[in-house]
């Protein structure tokens, strides 16, 4: 199924006098086990990969976003770095000791 599709899309980008870089082009199958999926572009295969960034997120093969842990460890950097103190009991602020 995949292969049709790849090979589909070879033929129309080809119609309009575009051609795919086998090199930089790979592939990343996201199942619930994890196993390589084999497409041929021109007698060449795909390479496949484990992840992949993608408009500054990385998308790993069993399907997560580490820019998600990313922005975790940045928001409690900046809590640290501008001190911002955690709510106490009722909500109220606890009081800082100098």
């Given at each position: 199924m995949?292969?049709?599709m790849t090979d589909k899309l070879i033929e129309i980008g080809r119609c309009y006098g575009m051609e795919m870089n086998v090199e930089k082009t790979?592939?990343?199958?996201i199942p619930r086990k994890p196993s390589p999926v084999t497409i041929m572009i021109d007698q060449k295969q795909l390479d496949n990969v484990e992840y992949?960034?993608?408009l500054g997120s990385t998308l790993t093969n069993d399907g997560r976003f580490i820019?998600?842990?990313i922005i975790i460890i940045?928001?409690?950097i900046i809590i640290i770095i501008?001190?911002?103190q955690p709510l106490g009991r009722f909500g109220q602020?606890?009081?800082l000791s100098q």
């Open positions: 995949l292969q049709s790979k592939v990343m199958r992949f960034k993608y820019i998600i842990i940045i928001i409690i501008i001190g911002i602020r606890p009081e």
